[in-house]
Structure formats: structure tokens, C-alpha cells
């Protein structure tokens, strides 16, 4: 009966093709070849947490040799009997900054499980007996209110402040430039790691040249150059690594 229509070849095609299970989504369109796709993949380096990790921690020694040379070294440190504080100062500061740049470092590289991203939160826990240390010889002892006019004045530890800064900046931008290759699932966490990290590492990298020993310079300096840094990863990195 549709012989004779100008259509009806065209419309006896579509029948066939709607008949033929072969023939998936809109003939012509939703058809691809598997093998031009295939001769288009590129290789890509597999990304390894312990890579991100040994580029964080070259950069801190790069930025701790830096300090060495043009601040020098901690005397007691040079002739090679550091004080029990500076032991206790530099460990903890190493173990809270490597501990949150692995967990940083992993979120680019997601996976199942991660026992391993909660070891930070130990190190912050042990990290807090600086502050909290400073916090109670503020309140318990009188007499350490004379110590701690030079401890909290600004002109005094300005230059931990700096320097550990500056030593987080760099440590912060190998991070951030390692972890873009990858795929973080949650930017606005990994950029709190990033920055605790990075502060972390940074006044690690300065310990070495910083004299003082005692608790209410640490808990207050230190603990300024980690959190400020804190808050700037957080609000500078997720900005770098929104995909």
C-alpha cells in the first residue's frame, strides 16, 4: 500500500531498524569506535601517597637548610646536645606534619579505607599540650607573667612567625601542585590538611634555628604559624584544586 509514497522506503528502514536488536540508540549518533578511543588514551603515571610525601618533606629540608645558613644554627644543636625541648619541640612538630600531609596527600588518591587519614588527628591531640601547656602556666604561676612579656611580644617572635610561614608557603605549593594531578573528593578538608601540614613542617624547618625552650613562646608562636596556615590552606587550596 506504501509503495508508491515518495517515503516509503524511508519509512520501511526505520521499521527494520527498530526490529534489529543490534542496532542500539539513534543509528548514525549514539554509535562510537572502541578502537579510536583506545589509540587516543595517553599513559598516566600512577599517583603514590609516599611520592607527595617525599616532596614535602625535600622541600622542608631545602627550606631548613635555607634557615641554616642565613640564621645559623641553635647552639646547643651545633655542638651536638640539644636541649630536651627542642627534641620534644622539633618531634612533635615532624609527626603532626607528616601524619596530616599523608592524609592530605591520600585524598588525591582515593580509595577504600583510611585508617591511615585519622592519624593526624593523635598527632593534633598531642601537638595541643604546647598551647594548653602555655595556657596553664599562664594561669597557675604569677611569675611567669614577667617570662611571658618577652614571649608574647610581637617584635620578639615575629621572626618564627615569619620564617615558619614563609617555609609553610613553599611546602604548601609542592602539595597543592602534586595533589592537582590527582582527584581529592573533598577539597575543603584537604585544604585544612594542607595548610596544618605545611605550618607544621614549616616551624619544624625553623626549630632548628629558634633558641627558645620555653612553653609560653612555643604554645603561642608555634601554635599562631599552624592555625593561620590552617585557614589559609583552607581557603586557598580548594580554590587551586576545584576540578
Not at 634557615?67 to 609527626?95: E, H, K
Request: proline fraction near 4%; charge should be neutral.
Amino acid at each position: 500500500m506504501l509503495s508508491g509514497h515518495p517515503d516509503a522506503a524511508e519509512f520501511e528502514r526505520e521499521l527494520m531498524m527498530q526490529d534489529d536488536a543490534s542496532a542500539l540508540g539513534r543509528p548514525g549518533v549514539d554509535r562510537f569506535d572502541i578502537d579510536a578511543l583506545v589509540d587516543d588514551l595517553v599513559p598516566v603515571r600512577r599517583l603514590r601517597m609516599r611520592d607527595g610525601l617525599a616532596i614535602a618533606l625535600a622541600t622542608m629540608a631545602l627550606c631548613a637548610l635555607a634557615i641554616a645558613f642565613s640564621l645559623g644554627v641553635r647552639g646547643d644543636l651545633a655542638n651536638g646536645a640539644p636541649n630536651w625541648m627542642f627534641i620534644l619541640r622539633s618531634a612533635t612538630l615532624l609527626m603532626l606534619g607528616i601524619t596530616a600531609a599523608a592524609a592530605a596527600l591520600s585524598s588525591a588518591t582515593p580509595s577504600v579505607g583510611g585508617a591511615r587519614q585519622a592519624f593526624w588527628k593523635w598527632s593534633l591531640g598531642f601537638a595541643a599540650i604546647f598551647p594548653l601547656g602555655a595556657a596553664f602556666v599562664w594561669v597557675s604561676d604569677f611569675r611567669a607573667i614577667e617570662g611571658a612579656r618577652s614571649a608574647l611580644d610581637p617584635a620578639y617572635g615575629m621572626q618564627c612567625l615569619q620564617m615558619s610561614t614563609l617555609c609553610a608557603a613553599f611546602v604548601g605549593t609542592a602539595m597543592t601542585l602534586w595533589m592537582k594531578r590527582g582527584a581529592p573528593v573533598s577539597p575543603t578538608r584537604t585544604g585544612w590538611l594542607v595548610g596544618l601540614a605545611s605550618g607544621s613542617l614549616g616551624a619544624a624547618a625553623y626549630s632548628i634555628a629558634c633558641s627558645e625552650n620555653v612553653v609560653m613562646y612555643i604554645g603561642t608562636w608555634y601554635t599562631l604559624t599552624i592555625a593561620g596556615c590552617a585557614i589559609a590552606g583552607r581557603l586557598i587550596v580548594p580554590q587551586v584544586l576545584r576540578w
